[in-house]
């Protein structure tokens, strides 16, 4: 709660409108207090006083009643007919949605057909309709705004209860033996209730509007009696005259509802976990570059060359160093791999070589990386994209995710290529039923016509695989794409991807977190360890003879197939988190060999006989006599 | 395709049904008896009983349903009492000049209001997103019947450049140009609330899409940012737009009926609302059912549209 | 002894479509009936490729879903398939992933009390020294007991996850890819803590995943599922050495090791079963290369076959 009103308060806007708002509110409550003329008493002498004249501040309406007193007191009416028609719709409407939500089935089915119902009608008829059965009125007004919005608030608050319903913890709640009136308020309900909350700091500005509405027709607060919609209604008369006395209570609802708005979407921001964390941002169209450091020096290695990149996140006042320093490079016709945990860094560089990395936070702070010997950090957008898919080219992890799912594979294929070059429909069919068959899909000439979701995944991945091909590029990156695939499918997608580096001379760098994989397919691998190498060479002396010790544990701690059944050997602790690393070496805390020297200054990669390692205490001698 | 739309066609019949139900029964809930309301409070008892009779108010609720029913199926939607017409005529003639006004209004605020959130998306914390930010908070924010009367007092009485209120001018032709000058002003003001709600959506509908790992492969093989932003991220978002817009439309159907008032538009709202404080109870019944209806059947349009967007949806 | 765990019959029919009138009109088999049996104190693997029924199948273990047929014996007593809460404090299920599998609005103390309230309606003094034995047995401090599950990564959310499961005492838990979501460092530190737990309480699991090498480093036994039947159960250290079943080679054939020359081992025009339309013989016949016309038109039974239990007409040697 002190967190919600600390975001809250830091949201400059919705500070303001909380002040405003409470400025109104106040004066309502006080009005009574106040000495202020009767509201509702007329003189007919005294009518459309100007505002600023002796003994009305704000004037006086065609009845000669005193404007500011009308004001405030129809201000006092108006806020309470909104929340109360909020709260109604806000309570019955979310018992309506949970109840729905959570049973499900039919329950749900006949409760939603109900809503639909009423959603079927323009709100404002069936507000009509409400009115015109039961007389106009302020409190039938409420009545019909409350009862046109509870189909909103249903709707809403069920879609909402249906996806915590089929959350995991609400099933073991049911296994902890709950009831489902007990797993309705404990697990569903205190999720629920910042939704509800959304929803009504969001609707009673609305609310405040509708009512106001129904008694500018006349259907709401019957004279003498007036709240702001009414005051409205009554000065339309002598709008030409008079503007003033329409100009009062117009823009005193304005102000009210700007007020609920703003405060409303704060609200909605300071509660909304997504929204929290800043992660509600679009990326840029490349990635943010900020190098302050000298660029170094071409060394002329390979066709990719990655030169002491740095890439971090900025979220708030934190600095997540995401890949720190980090050297790669390939040549064409090699497959190098990069290997390691999540966070550690090995998806931050592979997209940052195209400056794919999300934009807000990430910044390329540092580094190099260059193509065929020119740098692409800080290259301008144009030149990027000219080179994407082009040049470089990417494969994803989740092949559903990664295509869009409005388009059918086959114009995906040949936007690939249309990016780059102008080529004519026909040209453009004939090319993509082209490289469908080059990644082995059977039946091309039908299957381009298919949307992503009409696919088997191992059938999108080779979609994907062939959108990379699309333009004959040198480098291929791919990002785990073998992850969420089926071990069967893995297979033949890595024997596809091996079989194409070997056809058509390409570059791949391959990122993975399985040893296995890294073992069939690359020939050189790199080991990722919180955001730096910590182990590079040739694949098969570093998994015959791994030097640091990561490394061998990781190796280690991975069970492989045909050992049978045995105890693991885990590495205790965890990753550290990047935004706050320790000096020294990342992995010393939880390493068996780690010495006070390990902790104590930044360790170098140390490159003897085409292997590199950074480690004071390398677990092959050969390696110690070289340092 | 053509089956889908006659499955939600078929589908709309019970939803149709169900609209006629809610209306009549909160007709009946009415207090006192619509008799009295037509002969006036000095009636003598003799003559309320008999047009009790002649109106057929004196029998079972549900047999006077099937009746009410029966007879709208055959386009028989009684006489308005205060009009002494057609409930029907009066409603096809007041509903054409309110299609006229909520649908210039519709599209106006469908274009604005989508363009205006891509802008405000793609140039997130910009200068555009923000004075478009505000200038939604506002449009949200204000009263639309003030509005209106805003508008008339500087455009109309201080500028001079519209006409104060009416569809048509009083003097003169029915043509094209003048039905313009007199919708220019009542149809923007309609629009401003709906455009405001649209572009809010589109904006985090936008953001939302943006994020997506689908736009990150599109601009790694390659393709323009315009390309990114107005064709794979618009298209996207449009699946969470489209239903918006269906809504909206209500919306702009029912803000229709305090427009209709500020400006004197000759609409069904205006009609309404009339018959409402005239008791004029077969008139508001006759309306209600043939307004909700036309609007279900733009729903339908509106799932189609959807359908023909969404390929995942099933047809 | 009987078995701490005998299903009969088991399946789990969806309907995936219906008529105007609410009638069923198209269904698909999730889980075909299958029959197991899990002694005491075994871990038995269950492992097969994505929408093999394999989390159908673990659901209905607990009672979160109704089986359409068959029947569970726990200890010899059959559960009534139809109340979930009736199979709390007999067996527990331990999800895939760990966070949110913990509701993000309580603590970790309110998590933890659940079972040992509603289940045993234990008092508070008791229920506090039930948790404090628990935590210390999955190496948690009691310290975390106020926290709230955010502010905990994905290995210890699944000891969390875990200490819950024990809280109801059950002697059989559930494993439905427990360590999946985790990285690999922190995989063999839960591995690890499943099995000390195993032996200290002489518990009974029942480990799913479709990671093979993990299946068989954890089971005693393992269960291969295709198409939701069971087609083949085997020793742990044997099935994957010498797999009896086409398919169980296949996936031995796939998992990519260090050593072995990256090869596909099946055509490229492999064509999996739609479940709307299920194939007539074994669902495995048109990706398998000793398929005959028996196979086509008839579903294998699962029989022993020196000693494993394949279902496949022309089992390998």
Redesign the interface.
């Given at each position: 709660m002190i967190a919600f009103l600390r975001l809250l308060s830091r949201n400059r806007l919705a500070l303001a409108g909380g002040i405003v708002m409470l400025c109104v509110v106040l004066l309502a409550l006080i009005a009574p207090l106040l000495p202020l003329a009767d509201p509702d008493v007329t003189n007919t002498a005294h009518r459309f006083k100007t505002p600023f004249t002796e003994g009305a501040l704000l004037g006086t309406d065609h009845l000669g009643r005193d404007l500011l007193a009308r004001l405030l007191w129809g201000t006092r009416l108006s806020l309470m007919v909104g929340f109360a028609a909020a709260m109604i719709a806000a309570t019955i409407g979310a018992a309506i949605g949970i109840i729905a939500g959570y049973f499900g089935g039919r329950t749900d089915n006949l409760i939603m057909r109900g809503v639909d119902m009423l959603m079927a009608f323009p709100y404002i008829l069936l507000a009509l309709a409400i009115v015109a059965a039961l007389g106009p009125g302020l409190f039938n007004a409420l009545i019909a705004v409350a009862t046109v919005n509870i189909p909103f608030f249903a709707r809403n608050i069920r879609g909402v209860t249906v996806g915590i319903a089929h959350r995991e913890f609400v099933d073991a709640a049911r296994l902890s033996g709950m009831s489902d009136a007990r797993i309705i308020l404990t697990e569903i309900l205190p999720n629920v209730v910042p939704v509800i909350v959304i929803a009504m700091s969001t609707t009673i500005g609305w609310m405040i509007l509708e009512t106001a509405g129904l008694s500018f027709l006349g259907l709401g607060s019957q004279p003498p009696q007036a709240d702001l919609g009414s005051m409205l209604g009554e000065a339309r008369s002598a709008l030409i005259t008079n503007p003033y006395t329409s100009v009062v209570p117009g823009v005193m609802i304005l102000i009210i509802v700007m007020a609920i708005n703003l405060l409303g979407d704060g609200v909605r921001d300071a509660l909304d976990p997504r929204l929290k964390s800043g992660a509600l941002s679009r990326p840029m169209a490349a990635t943010l570059v900020n190098r302050t450091g000298p660029v170094p020096e071409p060394k002329g290695n390979g066709l990719l060359e990655v030169q002491d990149l740095e890439t971090q996140f900025h979220v708030k006042n934190r600095v997540y160093k995401a890949i720190d320093g980090v050297s790669l490079h390939v040549k064409p016709g090699e497959c190098l791999g990069i290997i390691g945990e999540s966070g550690s860094g090995k998806s931050v560089t592979a997209l940052s070589v195209m400056g794919l990395v999300a934009s807000p936070p990430g910044v390329i702070t540092g580094g190099a990386v260059r193509y065929d010997g020119t740098d692409l950090i800080g290259a301008p957008y144009k030149h990027l994209r000219e080179m994407r898919g082009k040049n470089v080219a990417y494969i994803f992890q989740d092949p559903l995710a990664t295509l869009h799912p409005l388009y059918k594979v086959g114009d995906q294929l040949i936007e690939a290529i249309r990016s780059h070059y102008s080529i004519s429909s026909a040209e453009g069919r004939k090319k993509a039923i082209d490289l469908l068959r080059a990644v082995r899909i059977p039946n091309p000439e039908k299957r381009i016509s298919d949307y992503p979701h009409e696919m088997s995944g191992g059938m999108r991945q080779r979609v994907g695989i062939a959108m990379a091909l699309a333009n004959d590029p040198d480098i291929i990156i791919a990002d785990e794409p073998t992850t969420a695939l089926d071990v069967t499918v893995q297979a033949q997608i890595l024997a596809l991807l091996d079989d194409l580096r070997k056809t058509r001379g390409l570059a791949i760098v391959f990122i993975t977190h399985d040893f296995g994989v890294v073992a069939q397919l690359c020939d050189r691998v790199a080991v990722m360890y919180a955001g730096r190498i910590v182990e590079e060479g040739p694949t098969k002396a570093i998994l015959d003879a791994p030097m640091h010790p990561y490394t061998a544990r990781l190796m280690a701690c991975v069970p492989e197939l045909g050992e049978g059944k045995r105890r693991l050997e885990a590495i205790p602790g965890l990753p550290p988190v990047v935004d706050n690393l320790p000096t020294g070496c990342a992995f010393a805390e939880r390493c068996h060999k780690s010495q006070t020297a390990c902790r104590g200054s930044d360790i170098a990669l140390v490159f003897d006989t085409g292997r590199a390692v950074r480690c004071l205490f390398p677990d092959n001698p050969n390696a110690e006599a070289a340092q | 395709m053509a089956g889908y739309i006659l499955k939600r066609l078929l589908s709309a019949i019970?939803?149709l049904f169900?609209?006629t139900v809610?209306?009549f029964l909160?007709?009946a809930?009415?207090?006192g008896d619509p008799a009295t309301a037509i002969l006036g409070a000095y009636a003598t008892p003799e003559n309320v009983a008999k047009l009790n009779r002649d109106l057929g108010l004196d029998k079972p609720l549900a047999q006077q349903y099937f009746i009410w029913l029966g007879n709208i199926l055959i386009g028989d939607f009684g006489t308005s009492f205060a009009l002494n017409r057609p409930v029907l005529d009066e409603v096809l003639e007041r509903f054409n000049a309110t299609l006229i006004l909520a649908g210039t209004a519709f599209v106006l605020c469908s274009i604005f209001g989508i363009v205006a959130g891509v802008v405000s998306?793609?140039n997130?914390?910009g200068l555009g997103d923000k004075a478009i930010t505000f200038v939604v908070?506002?449009g949200?924010?204000?009263?639309s019947?003030?509005l209106g009367?805003?508008m008339?007092?500087f455009f109309a009485?201080n500028l001079r450049m519209f006409p104060?209120s009416g569809m048509w001018p009083i003097y003169g032709a029915r043509d094209l140009s003048a039905l313009i000058s007199h919708l220019t002003l009542p149809a923007l003001a309609l629009a401003v609330v709906a455009t405001g709600v649209i572009a809010r959506l589109t904006r985090?509908a936008?953001?939302?899409v943006?994020?997506?790992?689908?736009?990150?492969?599109?601009?790694?093989?390659?393709?323009?940012?315009r390309?990114?932003i107005w064709r794979?991220a618009l298209?996207?978002a449009m699946?969470a737009i489209i239903p918006v817009l269906g809504?909206q439309?209500?919306?702009v159907?029912?803000?229709a009926?305090?427009i209709e008032?500020?400006f004197q538009w000759p609409g069904v709202?205006r009609m309404?609302?009339d018959?409402?404080?005239k008791?004029d109870?077969l008139l508001?019944q006759g309306g209600?059912v043939f307004?909700?209806a036309c609007?279900?059947i733009f729903?339908i349009a509106v799932d189609v549209a959807q359908s023909m967007?969404?390929?995942?949806i099933k047809t | 002894m009987t078995a701490a765990l005998e299903l009969t019959d088991l399946s789990k029919t969806f309907p995936v479509s219906r008529n105007l009138l609410g009638r069923t009109t198209a269904s698909v088999k999730a889980v075909h009936p299958v029959s197991l049996e899990v002694s005491r104190g075994e871990t038995l693997g269950i492992v097969g490729e994505s929408g093999c029924g394999k989390s159908t199948l673990a659901r209905m273990l607990v009672g979160l879903l109704e089986p359409t047929t068959g029947t569970i014996k726990i200890q010899g007593d059959a559960l009534d398939t139809s109340d979930a809460a009736k199979f709390g404090k007999r067996i527990q299920y331990v999800f895939q992933d760990p966070i949110s599998s913990l509701n993000p609005r309580k603590t970790i103390r309110q998590i933890m009390e659940a079972p040992l309230k509603q289940l045993h309606r234990m008092p508070r003094a008791q229920r506090n020294a039930r948790i404090a034995d628990i935590f210390t047995s999955v190496n948690l401090r009691e310290e975390f007991l106020d926290r709230y599950p955010h502010e905990f990564s994905g290995g210890q959310a699944q000891r969390i996850a875990v200490a819950r499961a024990l809280a109801a005492d059950a002697k059989i838990l559930i494993l439905d890819e427990p360590v999946s979501a985790l990285d690999v460092s922190v995989q063999a530190q839960v591995l690890n803590l499943l099995a000390d737990l195993k032996a200290q309480l002489g518990l009974t699991y029942l480990f799913i995943s479709h990671d093979l090498a993990v299946v068989e480093a954890v089971s005693d036994r393992v269960a291969v599922l295709y198409f939701g039947s069971v087609v083949e159960i085997g020793e742990a250290s044997d099935v994957f050495r010498a797999p009896r079943h086409p398919y169980t080679k296949l996936l031995a054939d796939s998992a990519p090791v260090v050593g072995r020359k990256l090869a596909a081992p099946e055509s490229w025009e492999t064509e999996l079963p739609d479940p709307l339309n299920p194939p007539q013989g074994c669902a495995f016949a048109a990706r398998c290369p000793l398929a005959s016309d028996l196979c086509r038109s008839t579903v294998p039974r699962l029989d022993e076959n020196g000693g494993v239990l394949v279902a496949c007409h022309h089992p390998l040697d």
């Amino acid at each position: 709660m002190i967190a919600f009103l600390r975001l809250l308060s830091r949201n400059r806007l919705a500070l303001a409108g909380g002040i405003v708002m409470l400025c109104v509110v106040l004066l309502a409550l006080i009005a009574p207090l106040l000495p202020l003329a009767d509201p509702d008493v007329t003189n007919t002498a005294h009518r459309f006083k100007t505002p600023f004249t002796e003994g009305a501040l704000l004037g006086t309406d065609h009845l000669g009643r005193d404007l500011l007193a009308r004001l405030l007191w129809g201000t006092r009416l108006s806020l309470m007919v909104g929340f109360a028609a909020a709260m109604i719709a806000a309570t019955i409407g979310a018992a309506i949605g949970i109840i729905a939500g959570y049973f499900g089935g039919r329950t749900d089915n006949l409760i939603m057909r109900g809503v639909d119902m009423l959603m079927a009608f323009p709100y404002i008829l069936l507000a009509l309709a409400i009115v015109a059965a039961l007389g106009p009125g302020l409190f039938n007004a409420l009545i019909a705004v409350a009862t046109v919005n509870i189909p909103f608030f249903a709707r809403n608050i069920r879609g909402v209860t249906v996806g915590i319903a089929h959350r995991e913890f609400v099933d073991a709640a049911r296994l902890s033996g709950m009831s489902d009136a007990r797993i309705i308020l404990t697990e569903i309900l205190p999720n629920v209730v910042p939704v509800i909350v959304i929803a009504m700091s969001t609707t009673i500005g609305w609310m405040i509007l509708e009512t106001a509405g129904l008694s500018f027709l006349g259907l709401g607060s019957q004279p003498p009696q007036a709240d702001l919609g009414s005051m409205l209604g009554e000065a339309r008369s002598a709008l030409i005259t008079n503007p003033y006395t329409s100009v009062v209570p117009g823009v005193m609802i304005l102000i009210i509802v700007m007020a609920i708005n703003l405060l409303g979407d704060g609200v909605r921001d300071a509660l909304d976990p997504r929204l929290k964390s800043g992660a509600l941002s679009r990326p840029m169209a490349a990635t943010l570059v900020n190098r302050t450091g000298p660029v170094p020096e071409p060394k002329g290695n390979g066709l990719l060359e990655v030169q002491d990149l740095e890439t971090q996140f900025h979220v708030k006042n934190r600095v997540y160093k995401a890949i720190d320093g980090v050297s790669l490079h390939v040549k064409p016709g090699e497959c190098l791999g990069i290997i390691g945990e999540s966070g550690s860094g090995k998806s931050v560089t592979a997209l940052s070589v195209m400056g794919l990395v999300a934009s807000p936070p990430g910044v390329i702070t540092g580094g190099a990386v260059r193509y065929d010997g020119t740098d692409l950090i800080g290259a301008p957008y144009k030149h990027l994209r000219e080179m994407r898919g082009k040049n470089v080219a990417y494969i994803f992890q989740d092949p559903l995710a990664t295509l869009h799912p409005l388009y059918k594979v086959g114009d995906q294929l040949i936007e690939a290529i249309r990016s780059h070059y102008s080529i004519s429909s026909a040209e453009g069919r004939k090319k993509a039923i082209d490289l469908l068959r080059a990644v082995r899909i059977p039946n091309p000439e039908k299957r381009i016509s298919d949307y992503p979701h009409e696919m088997s995944g191992g059938m999108r991945q080779r979609v994907g695989i062939a959108m990379a091909l699309a333009n004959d590029p040198d480098i291929i990156i791919a990002d785990e794409p073998t992850t969420a695939l089926d071990v069967t499918v893995q297979a033949q997608i890595l024997a596809l991807l091996d079989d194409l580096r070997k056809t058509r001379g390409l570059a791949i760098v391959f990122i993975t977190h399985d040893f296995g994989v890294v073992a069939q397919l690359c020939d050189r691998v790199a080991v990722m360890y919180a955001g730096r190498i910590v182990e590079e060479g040739p694949t098969k002396a570093i998994l015959d003879a791994p030097m640091h010790p990561y490394t061998a544990r990781l190796m280690a701690c991975v069970p492989e197939l045909g050992e049978g059944k045995r105890r693991l050997e885990a590495i205790p602790g965890l990753p550290p988190v990047v935004d706050n690393l320790p000096t020294g070496c990342a992995f010393a805390e939880r390493c068996h060999k780690s010495q006070t020297a390990c902790r104590g200054s930044d360790i170098a990669l140390v490159f003897d006989t085409g292997r590199a390692v950074r480690c004071l205490f390398p677990d092959n001698p050969n390696a110690e006599a070289a340092q | 395709m053509a089956g889908y739309i006659l499955k939600r066609l078929l589908s709309a019949i019970p939803v149709l049904f169900g609209i006629t139900v809610i209306v009549f029964l909160i007709m009946a809930l009415i207090p006192g008896d619509p008799a009295t309301a037509i002969l006036g409070a000095y009636a003598t008892p003799e003559n309320v009983a008999k047009l009790n009779r002649d109106l057929g108010l004196d029998k079972p609720l549900a047999q006077q349903y099937f009746i009410w029913l029966g007879n709208i199926l055959i386009g028989d939607f009684g006489t308005s009492f205060a009009l002494n017409r057609p409930v029907l005529d009066e409603v096809l003639e007041r509903f054409n000049a309110t299609l006229i006004l909520a649908g210039t209004a519709f599209v106006l605020c469908s274009i604005f209001g989508i363009v205006a959130g891509v802008v405000s998306a793609a140039n997130q914390y910009g200068l555009g997103d923000k004075a478009i930010t505000f200038v939604v908070l506002l449009g949200i924010s204000i009263p639309s019947f003030f509005l209106g009367m805003m508008m008339i007092l500087f455009f109309a009485v201080n500028l001079r450049m519209f006409p104060v209120s009416g569809m048509w001018p009083i003097y003169g032709a029915r043509d094209l140009s003048a039905l313009i000058s007199h919708l220019t002003l009542p149809a923007l003001a309609l629009a401003v609330v709906a455009t405001g709600v649209i572009a809010r959506l589109t904006r985090s509908a936008m953001l939302e899409v943006l994020r997506q790992d689908y736009i990150r492969t599109a601009r790694a093989k390659g393709v323009p940012e315009r390309g990114v932003i107005w064709r794979h991220a618009l298209k996207a978002a449009m699946v969470a737009i489209i239903p918006v817009l269906g809504i909206q439309a209500g919306f702009v159907l029912s803000g229709a009926v305090y427009i209709e008032i500020v400006f004197q538009w000759p609409g069904v709202g205006r009609m309404l609302v009339d018959a409402i404080l005239k008791r004029d109870i077969l008139l508001v019944q006759g309306g209600v059912v043939f307004v909700a209806a036309c609007y279900v059947i733009f729903n339908i349009a509106v799932d189609v549209a959807q359908s023909m967007l969404d390929p995942r949806i099933k047809t | 002894m009987t078995a701490a765990l005998e299903l009969t019959d088991l399946s789990k029919t969806f309907p995936v479509s219906r008529n105007l009138l609410g009638r069923t009109t198209a269904s698909v088999k999730a889980v075909h009936p299958v029959s197991l049996e899990v002694s005491r104190g075994e871990t038995l693997g269950i492992v097969g490729e994505s929408g093999c029924g394999k989390s159908t199948l673990a659901r209905m273990l607990v009672g979160l879903l109704e089986p359409t047929t068959g029947t569970i014996k726990i200890q010899g007593d059959a559960l009534d398939t139809s109340d979930a809460a009736k199979f709390g404090k007999r067996i527990q299920y331990v999800f895939q992933d760990p966070i949110s599998s913990l509701n993000p609005r309580k603590t970790i103390r309110q998590i933890m009390e659940a079972p040992l309230k509603q289940l045993h309606r234990m008092p508070r003094a008791q229920r506090n020294a039930r948790i404090a034995d628990i935590f210390t047995s999955v190496n948690l401090r009691e310290e975390f007991l106020d926290r709230y599950p955010h502010e905990f990564s994905g290995g210890q959310a699944q000891r969390i996850a875990v200490a819950r499961a024990l809280a109801a005492d059950a002697k059989i838990l559930i494993l439905d890819e427990p360590v999946s979501a985790l990285d690999v460092s922190v995989q063999a530190q839960v591995l690890n803590l499943l099995a000390d737990l195993k032996a200290q309480l002489g518990l009974t699991y029942l480990f799913i995943s479709h990671d093979l090498a993990v299946v068989e480093a954890v089971s005693d036994r393992v269960a291969v599922l295709y198409f939701g039947s069971v087609v083949e159960i085997g020793e742990a250290s044997d099935v994957f050495r010498a797999p009896r079943h086409p398919y169980t080679k296949l996936l031995a054939d796939s998992a990519p090791v260090v050593g072995r020359k990256l090869a596909a081992p099946e055509s490229w025009e492999t064509e999996l079963p739609d479940p709307l339309n299920p194939p007539q013989g074994c669902a495995f016949a048109a990706r398998c290369p000793l398929a005959s016309d028996l196979c086509r038109s008839t579903v294998p039974r699962l029989d022993e076959n020196g000693g494993v239990l394949v279902a496949c007409h022309h089992p390998l040697d």
